[in-house]
């Protein structure tokens, strides 16, 4: 009879699902749910989110180790780990995609199986905790219709319970029967719950605290049965975590800290990183979230304590959790742990009634009530066509048909929504890609300075191949392209209303530094000295310095310079876009050696090396006693260590290291 009753709740949370984002289920092939109709005042991030969990899905069964090597924000590494990856929700779209060819009907199916087996394992939920399947499917319709739910039809990753009330379940199931199966399910169900959105994982250890304690308190469970559970959560937490590592390693390359001298700490620090995300909004809700009618729940709750039943305590470790998942604004989890709530107390009504036809009208009220609170029934779902996956326009199948290995940037450039455009065309043609969105605001150099000469050379460096130029977006596109075709080297062709410019293959000149001046030979006197203390672990951090905020050096001697370079560490967007450097014979008289505005990011010494990145500044040779390096105006600095090159021409000898290789 259980069984019956599962494939009933199987087909209601679907038709419930269907019914909560009609009429998304008649354009499954075709469309997004986003903010608005038709994208009305921008839905980046749906795009983006249509293009992780199709990407990351492809990647997880093409390669697995390199799955966060994604292809947009070339060549940036780790572009996956930019936003949500949502890998487990990839690996349910890419089977499908790969089937069907289009990835919106995978992309489609996971969206609606967030609804679906949300409202099917809290059915399971409440079915094993209760045995009544009328409080069950209370449950299911709660959790489907959960107001939170209406606040966040655009995001997936936020409706990505799908394998929370299944974490659950296993927990019981564990505590009942402790085998390895059990445990090796409730640890794997952990690091899927973790990849379905970065907020579920990060809030996933303190959320469950209160449900566990309302087990420990309301069963009679043996010890092993407890120490077995608690070492699949660990594993499953040990997993997830380790799982996260290139997203953590983003953190470091893009955020100003420290480099981690482990990775362990890099682990920690990225955690940490994402619970404090997450507790920056515990006070404000999120707007758009409708009030939640919760004094009929509380009510039936304090029925329920009343009552005496043994699983009095999970229906308030229940509450306990939801509110705890609130205030980590993990709102969706809290939505689920409610409904479980809900149904608890509904079966202990329904065990008070006598007779079917009470019992079953108690079920109808409290489905009602439900339904009442619930805004996601009666009202049409916002959609938005995608035209870019369905029908490509005829740039981008000629790009399809481009080699492998192809890079391309796109004018206009730097709005998120037509950036998050771009990635949902690329994949069709995948190919790689200067362009791209992300909420962190991470954005190449290059993009805002297009189309000065240094971004030309700037795209040169990274190995884009071709510009393309799409008029019908471009505000005054004449004057671009006589900007651009006052380029002798550069070559356009057309298709449709998209010019197509190829970058030619020339690199920015290497600067010669020679000999490197001893450590012992000069000192810092004025200025950050973790830029100069011979530690790559430190660094010195500004945003927006100015000209007093300069690095002074003393030479023990005359020296001619030849060579600056400033060690970047793994911080390429740290890199001074304003410099200037000036030497001196005598105390307090300058002159300039070397500057330069809007520079060329240094995206050679990146490519052969992420973790150490290298910038050299071009400066005229001359004799000198003191150096002073000012990167003033520039939008940030990241120094991690700064090294002179020169040979001795004067004042007591100093040995000279070799030459920089």
Known sequence: MRGGWVAVAAALALGAAVAATWP?????????????????????????????????????????????????????????????????LGALAAPINAATDNPLIGFNVVYLASYVLTGLGTFLVVLRLTGAPLAAVVALVMVVGAPERAAARADVFSLATLWLPFLLYATLACLDRPTWRSAACLATLVVLHGHSGVAHGAALPIVLVPWLVGLLMSRRTPVRAWLATAAALALGGGLLVASYG???????????????????????????????????????PPAGVPPRGLLPVLLVVAALAASGRRWAWATIAAVGSAAVAVLLSVRMDAS???????????????????????????????????????????????????????????????????????TVFEVPAGDADTDATYMVAALRH????????????????????????????????????????????????????????????????????????????????????????????????????????????????????????????????????????LELGAHLLGYPDEWVVRGSLKQAKWR?????????????????????????LGIRIGAVRSVMISPEWSRRVDIHELTLYGTQIGGPPVSVAPAAP
């Not at 079953?360 to 619930?374: K, Y």
């Not at 199948?397 to 481009?402: D, E, G, K, P, Y």
């Not at 000469?453 to 460096?461: E, P, T, V």
């Not at 300069?550 to 600056?564: D, K, M, N, Q």
């Open 24 to 88: 998304l289920g008649r354009y499954v092939d075709r469309v997004i749910v986003t903010p608005t109709p038709r994208c009305a005042g921008g839905c980046a991030d749906a795009k983006l989110a249509l293009w992780t969990v199709t990407e990351g899905g492809r990647r997880l069964y093409d390669d697995p180790r390199t799955v966060f090597e994604a292809t947009v924000f070339h060549p940036l590494r780790h572009a996956l780990a930019f936003s949500d990856s949502g890998l487990a």
């Open 246 to 284: 290139p997203r953590y390693a983003a953190y470091e390359e893009l955020a100003p800290v420290t480099i981690a001298t482990s990775t362990l700490e890099r682990w920690g620090r990225g955690a940490l990183a994402d619970l404090t995300t997450l507790a920056s909004g515990a006070v404000r």
């Open 336 to 406: 689920v742990f409610m409904a479980v709530a809900g149904g608890l107390a509904t079966a202990a009504l329904l065990e008070r009634c006598r007779g079917r036809t009470t019992t079953a009208l108690v079920g109808v009220s409290m489905m009602a009530l439900a339904l009442i609170e619930s805004p996601m029934f009666g009202r049409w779902t916002p959609l938005t066509p995608m035209p870019e996956v369905v029908e490509p326009p005829a740039i981008y199948r000629w790009l399809a048909r481009q080699p492998p290995g192809t």
């Open 430 to 565: 995948r190919r790689a890609l200067v362009n791209g969105y992300a909420p962190r605001g991470v954005q190449l150099p290059v993009v805002s300075s297009f189309p000065q000469a240094g971004a030309i050379i700037a795209l040169a460096d990274v190995g884009v191949d071709y510009v393309l130029l799409h008029l019908d977006r471009i505000s005054r596109p004449q004057r671009m392209l006589r900007h651009l075709m006052a380029n002798s080297a550069l070559t356009r062709e057309r298709i449709g209303r998209t010019v197509i410019i190829r970058v030619p293959g020339v690199r920015t000149a290497a600067v010669v530094q020679g000999p490197q001046i001893p450590r012992a030979a000069w000192r810092l006197v004025s200025g950050q000295t973790a830029a100069a203390d011979g530690d790559l672990a430190t660094h010195w951090r500004m945003d927006a310095p100015g000209p007093d905020d300069a690095l002074e050096i003393e030479l023990e001697g005359v020296w001619s310079l030849t060579g600056v370079s």
């Open 592 to 616: 300039r050696v070397g500057h330069a505005h809007d520079a060329i990011p240094p995206f050679q010494s990146y490519r052969v090396d992420h973790r150490r990145v290298t910038m050299p």
